[in-house]
């Protein structure tokens, strides 16, 4: 009896414990099992022979030629500020660190209408050269170039490669270095024999990771690269949604789930191998302040295009987002345009030309909407998940690996699942308004469960015991002892959750309905269209984003919690 | 052969070395020894040259080694948490400086072997070196730095990273290794039993500047001044003023003492100095120097003697003496009147 009694009461655990895997089974595996159906149906029936073979050979060159060029790219811009911050102590580090953290949380749109503000037909850099030369064309067109799609995903990789080896670099302790040098070898062979192999598993999981984004990129290429270029994750998106060929998307998205399998696979497995014994340093006691004019050129030569690349973009959005320009006139000069609040009012205003049926507010308050749910959701499942992982049970050893693997999908083979499996009530991405936030759980999750489950495994089991001794039951020992613990933990999942729900692009234009937009693919669509008043709306938009993200950034900053890995 | 002149540093625009220069013989291993934080470790850094001296050369024979990079000055380091490469095993790591020479294979690995033996890890050839043991890779260090015949060997704590029994055992094996190795070299430690074990001659160190140069048994006979003595663990000072000078007498708090050693250097009457009762100075037969009331604080059994902790006015003393004495007793104790140093006076 007392056995059966026993058994009962862990029902309700095990229930809640299988909550994440459900949540997953279902809004992650049968979308990319129906992905996977539609390509095998594809490659069956005769769809395929009707279809020319360069909608899948040409987007997957050019998905492999841009990644590779942008990777080595990254890998240029990063080298050397991540030796600065491993290496040197100076003043501005922390605010270079601060730099370096924009991109992690900014909205790929916003940074794509950043780099449309600095550099676009409409942007500053036009606008300027344009006013002392009295040009009637925009002389940069960069936008819709390759150059654009490089420039972005330069912007956004370029910290993880900074963040990624610079963190390996200053862990390493200079003293190996040191008892190289004292055997003999000079800099050039420690390099060769110390640095580089020890940093080597270091880059070669951030060049993984790096290509890994490029390679799933697909904002950047819809907003900067045009028409003329088509990744897989573009032509994915082009097929299902504009020439509704969803047998050729979803064979598109099989191959990009193969590639990204492999490479999320291999990096795992680096990750693994990475921890060679390498006793952690306080990265302060290792780092040097700068001497000398060598060193001090260097700094503020990698502290500058640091700047330029990461606060440009955005500093010229805000600024262009107040600035009113008439469209009228061939010669933009700058000096007959002024500064107004006129693109913000007009968010405000439902006009008949309008891209929306409703007024273009209404996006912030829908994505507002599911930002909040996506919080519930993320973190509640992300708690359990957490929760299980933490238990260093059997579950938790499944869930892990299988947690982190969304980060890997890209969220437009996501968004193509969904509208594959979700077709019919009560299910239907038409009618359930609830498929967008769970989209975007699905993304913010493995975020939340790496915040989380840390934070979790470090509270003793002796506090939560000792509570219980003194009387406490299990429901308020979670309140009493575990929740303040982990009260600062949960807020910073919270915003993340919250600002990867509001940025969220690639699976969102799948799912949104049009008369329910986000933020993202209000500015996608301002941006799509010619005018003045579009793009300012465009920036007027994006800056909200961006002061919204950035808000986040700083709190999750402020509440920087120890021993959070990175991904 | 090693001579370091005038060597001024400073560390976040605090002085760290104020004018340092000492010498190191063949086949001499002097301890510099000093507080964590004295620059002891700085000093072995611009031996190296890993670091730069504001000012100050470092010269070997007649050679300044201003302008010789670090890696071609020839001299060993030992960390003190031993940098061994963590991606090469305890073979690889030996090997590194021989490869550095460029030696053919056969040689390098025969020389390996040699210093793997001297060392007693001749097994451990294979292993990682992230499954060693501290003891066991303070060897493989010690291997590595010995294996390329530095002409200079410098330690820098090697036994400070280490649990006391294998610190002790590892102290003895040190010694012998580099008295037989016949190579100079220089060990840095703040822990004076290792000093005295391991050293030729001391230096002691203090704010910046060398206080006493000298060997063990100088520095333990005569310390220079009450830093030095306190610091190798004479801790029984006490404050009095030259009352007489022919015969010795000073004056302090607890009264007169008749003292039957030199005097400190340009000392005269009236002067006030530092008394040193050295551990072995008392003793219970009535005598007509010295003798004083003490109240039993403490005894403490150590094995062949014991430790007696007296209170005498109100300071606190440490004697060691052959008999056990009641604790909470009230005694006459008389001290001897050449177990007493004369140190300057603190200014």
Known sequence: MKQALKYIRTIPAILLWSLPFAFLLIFYFQPLLANFRMAWQ??????????????????????????????????????????????????????????TTIPFIMPTVVVAAGFNALLGPKGWFNLLLQTIFSLDKPPIQIINTLGAILLAHVFYN?????????????????????????????????????TFPLLKPALLSAILLIFLFNFTSFAVILLLGGPKFSTLEVEIYIQALHMLNLPAAGLLSAIQLLFTLVLTILYTRLIKTKSVALTPRDPEEVAKPINGWKQRSFLIGTMSYLIVLFAAPLFSLVLRSFLLTDTNRTVEALADNRFSLVYYQ??????????????????????????????????FLGFLAASVISSRSSWGKILDPILMLPLGTSAVTLGLG?????????????????????????????????????????????????????????????????????????????LFAFTISLGEFG?????????????????????????????????????????????????????KLPNIKEF | MLSVKNLYKKYENQPLLRGVSFEVQKGETICLLGRSGSGK?????????????????????????????????????????????????????VAFGLKMQNLPFDLIEEKVITVLNKVKMQEFSHRQVADLSGGEQQRVALARALAPEPRLLMLDEPLGALDRNLREQLMGELRLLLHASNIPAIYVTHDQEEAFTIGDRLVLLNDGQIIQNASPEDVYQTP?????????????????????????????????????????????????????????????????????????????????????????????????VDEPIPIGSIIKISIDPKQINLLQAEK
């Open chain 1, 42 to 99: 594809a490659t069956t029936t005769d769809v395929l022979a009707s279809m020319s073979l360069k909608v899948i050979t040409q987007p997957l060159v050019f998905t492999i030629w841009q990644t590779i060029l942008s990777t080595l790219l990254t890998i240029v811009v990063g080298f050397p500020p991540a030796y600065l911050l491993a290496k040197y102590r100076f003043v501005g580090k922390s605010f270079i660190r601060l730099l």
């Open chain 1, 158 to 194: 370029s910290t993880v490669f900074i963040r990624v080896v610079g963190g390996a670099w200053s862990q390493l302790d200079p003293k190996i270095g040191f008892a190289a040098r004292t055997l003999g070898a000079s800099p050039v062979r420690v390099w060769q024999k110390i």
């Open chain 1, 346 to 379: 007009e968010l405000f205003l439902n006009r008949r030309e309008s891209l929306f049926y409703v007024p273009p507010i209404d996006a912030i308050l829908n994505s507002l909407y599911f930002g909040l749910i996506t919080v519930g959701i993320a973190l």
């Open chain 1, 418 to 494: 969904f509208i594959l499996v979700f077709n019919s009530p009560p299910l239907d991405v038409r009618s359930f308004p609830l498929l967008v936030p769970i989209a975007h759980s699905l993304v913010a999750m493995p975020f939340v469960v790496r915040i989380l489950q840390p934070v979790i495994a470090s509270i003793p089991r002796e506090l939560k015991y000792s509570a219980m001794v003194l009387g406490a039951s299990p429901w308020r020992t979670f309140w009493q002892v575990e929740f303040p613990i982990l009260f600062r933990a949960i807020i910073s999942a919270a």
């Open chain 1, 507 to 559: 699976a969102t234009t799948f799912l949104a309905r049009p008369e329910r937009p986000t933020i993202p693919i209000a500015i996608y669509r301002y941006l799509s269209q010619p005018g003045g008043l579009n793009y300012g709306q465009a920036m007027a938009m994006s800056t909200i984003l961006m002061i919204i993200c950035a808000v986040s950034i700083i709190l999750i900053e402020r509440l």
């Open chain 2, 41 to 93: 470790s700085t000093i072995l850094r611009i031996i190296a040259g890993i670091e730069a001296p504001e000012s100050g050369d470092v010269f070997w024979t007649n050679q300044n080694l201003k302008d010789i990079p670090v890696h071609k000055r020839k001299f060993g380091f030992m960390f003190q948490d031993y940098a061994l490469f963590p991606h090469k095993n305890v073979f690889e790591n």
């Open chain 2, 224 to 320: 220079k001044n009450a830093w030095v003595a306190k610091f190798i663990g004479l801790s029984n000072l006490l404050e009095g003023v030259i009352q007489s000078t022919q015969p010795l007498i000073v004056t302090t708090k607890i009264g007169d003492f008749s003292v039957q050693t030199g005097l400190p250097k340009n000392a005269k009457l009236a002067d006030p100095v530092i008394l040193l009762l050295r551990p072995d100075a008392i003793n219970m037969k009535d005598s007509n120097l010295n003798q004083f009331q003490a109240h039993v604080l403490d005894d403490v059994f150590l094995g062949n003697q014991w430790r007696v902790k007296l209170q005498m006015s109100d300071l606190e003393f440490s004697f060691l």
